[in-house]
């Protein structure tokens, strides 16, 4: 039936509606067209779009985000090689990714963390939605992707950027409730990239990865709460479609912090999502997971799990 791990499509089927198997197993078999983001602080969309026409590009422009372009594969190598994408005018972001930054929703001159930057793409999207005001402060660990992330950055020229090459875990230590907003799209298994015909892909697979992921992601999730302002946001995204990396991260950092967080509500502007769950192999989570949202993998977007918390009340006072 697959070449994908046998327990993972098993879960899978565990996870998603029976209305939506086949549309969501069906996008691993398929490769999916390029998706672009306008750098909106560069150029603006028409400019773009005439420089598509000349250049015979066939592109579908995204109805509820007019800076998203979907591009058909075998244009690929023409766009990334092309003047705009070279001098930063377009970026490539799958357009799942592209929610996160609409659901934090930065505000202009505002300070914004973004705790596992790399590649960057999402980073840049917050500086256009801020109109390049503010601060943004973009930490990376790992140093080829951070040296990755400000070589994109550059030719992206935001001036509201700052980057930093630290482990977000201990970041709370020092900047303690300080920013405004924080994105923390926490590194997963990145289940949501796998494709039947590509091994690499999914080969490190294994419910032990799962499990010393969601380790990681606890401490991630934890220093994000600290870092920011009672009365901030906190974005909380995977591109995994394992509980343990999604509710359950934010179930176990709920009954840490009972009276400090309350998950908002979700209005996406597509169909293709379903709630968060509120339980997962006997283990029951915080009703208000339902709050939250899985966006069901189709033939233009990938899986991914969002999820919007405020934080009512300090956290570092008593701790």
């Given at each position: 039936m697959s070449d994908l791990p046998t327990e993972f499509v098993e879960r899978l089927k565990q996870i998603v509606p029976d209305s939506d198997w086949r549309q969501v197993y069906g996008s691993f078999q398929i490769q999916k067209p390029l998706v672009l983001r306008i750098n909106t602080l560069l150029t603006n969309t028409d400019?773009?779009?005439?420089?598509?026409?000349?250049?015979?590009?066939?592109?579908?422009?995204?109805?509820?985000?007019?800076?998203?372009?979907?591009?058909?594969?075998?244009?690929?190598?023409?766009?990334l090689n092309s003047e705009q994408y070279q001098q930063g005018l377009l970026y490539s972001q799958n357009l799942s990714s592209q929610l996160a930054p609409l659901v934090l929703n930065p505000q202009t001159g505002e300070e914004v963390l973004d705790m596992c930057a790399a590649p960057g793409g999402k980073t840049s999207q917050l500086a256009c939605l801020m109109q390049d005001t503010g601060r943004i402060a973009a930490v990376e660990k790992i140093k080829a992707r951070f040296f990755k992330m400000k070589a994109n950055l550059k030719t992206l020229q935001h001036h509201s950027i700052h980057t930093y090459m630290t482990d977000a875990v201990g970041l709370w230590r020092k900047t303690p409730e300080r920013f405004d907003r924080v994105l923390l799209d926490a590194p997963c298994s990145s289940e949501s990239r796998f494709q039947s015909n590509n091994p690499d892909s999914y080969s490190h697979w294994s419910l032990r990865k799962i499990k010393e992921t969601a380790r990681k992601q606890k401490k991630l999730i934890y220093s994000a709460v600290n870092c920011l302002k009672p009365g901030?946001?906190?974005?909380?995204?995977?591109?995994?479609?394992?509980?343990?990396?999604?509710?359950?991260?934010?179930?176990?950092?709920?009954?840490?912090?009972?009276?400090?967080?309350?998950?908002?509500?979700?209005?996406?502007?597509?169909?293709?999502?379903?709630?968060?769950?509120?339980?997962?192999?006997?283990?029951?989570?915080?009703?208000?997971?339902?709050?939250?949202?899985?966006?069901?993998?189709?033939?233009?977007?990938?899986g991914f799990y969002i999820c919007k918390l405020v934080k009512t009340a300090p956290t570092l006072a008593d701790r």
């Open positions: 400019n773009i779009l005439a420089a598509l026409c000349n250049a015979n590009i066939p592109y579908r422009q995204v109805a509820w985000k007019h800076d998203a372009l979907i591009i058909a594969p075998e244009y690929r190598s023409q766009i901030g946001t906190l974005v909380y995204c995977t591109c995994s479609f394992a509980p343990e990396e999604n509710e359950a991260i934010v179930d176990h950092i709920l009954a840490t912090f009972p009276q400090q967080l309350t998950i908002e509500p979700l209005d996406l502007p597509i169909a293709n999502t379903q709630p968060g769950l509120t339980q997962w192999q006997g283990k029951h989570f915080h009703t208000t997971l339902q709050n939250s949202l899985r966006v069901l993998p189709n033939e233009f977007m990938d």
